[in-house]
């Protein structure tokens, strides 16, 4: 589903990705561990072609992710990559359901994607992804009444709506409660398992990737410092991978877009996509 040789990312001189070498096969559910600044977003960014890697090679899904010249490409690779942000993007003035129906505007054709014209499928499918977060009840309210909780439910049912190969979650429960956190995670496992769909998400909690993940992979100062099964990891692979993050990468400084800004452009877009 993803190969991916070789990639590496630099932003001037600062090298963040660092020759990355990993195969995700369909239906795995791998998380990502590793320091701030170890360069976890930046590979999810590299995979649903939202930043262009230095070097290296990366097909997900049959397509070319570091062919980001080709908008066609790009095109055809985000309807297959859904991404979860931390800070569950969705747009508050909008109603539940029409939140989880943008999940579907990269898949209708542009004219319908432009008047809003949602299919009865397309309709049935989105309260079908609410279903599976158990918020079919919402669909009618606005997503600002939603709790922070309820709202990346809202976003992971937009994600399903997308009927995606792979979701890409970029650290989906950062700012939720232990016990909101634990059903996020497990709605996204469920649909790992039962509609088979890839999942790359990055945790910062060594916990959780242990209970959740099939597979763990350990970054540090932009390299993989380990790759194994949940139950292989050890307390001495936690210390590689935490004592390990790379000076320059401590000192890296942002040169173009920080997170809030791309997170932010992301929303704007979706929202001129909706007004
Ligand atoms: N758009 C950008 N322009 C310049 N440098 C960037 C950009 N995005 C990230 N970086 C740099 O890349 C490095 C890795 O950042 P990245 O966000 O991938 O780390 P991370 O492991 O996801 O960290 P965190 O857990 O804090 O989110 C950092 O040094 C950061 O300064």
Known sequence: ???????????????VLRGIDLD??????????????????????????LITPSGGE???????????????????????????????????????????????L???????????????????LAMDCLRRVELEHKAGERTDALSGGQRQRVGIARALAQRPKVI????????LDPKTARLVLQYLRDACRELGITVICNLHQVEHAREFGDRIVGLAGGKLVFDGRSNELRDSHINLIYGGLDKTAQ?????????????RSTELSLQGALS
């Open 58 to 104: 990366l097909s997900v899904a049959g397509f070319d992710a570091t062919n980001t010249a080709s908008r066609r490409n790009l095109r055809g690779l985000r309807q297959q990559v859904a991404m979860i942000f931390q800070h569950h993007n969705v747009v508050p003035r909008l109603s539940v359901l029409k939140n989880v129906l943008t999940g579907r």
């Open 24 to 49: 995700v096969v369909p239906g795995e559910f791998l998380v990502v561990l590793g320091p701030s600044g170890a360069g976890k977003s930046t590979l999810l960014r590299c995979i649903n072609g």
């Open 251 to 263: 000192a890296g400084v942002y040169e173009t877009a920080t997170h809030a800004e791309v997170q």
């Open 106 to 124: 990269g898949q209708v054709s542009t004219l319908s994607s432009l008047l809003q014209l949602f299919s009865r499928q397309d309709v049935a």
């Open 1 to 15: 589903m993803i190969k991916i040789r070789s990639l590496t990312k630099q932003y001037g001189k600062n090298v």
């Open 168 to 175: 890409l979650a970029d650290e989906p429960i950062a700012s």
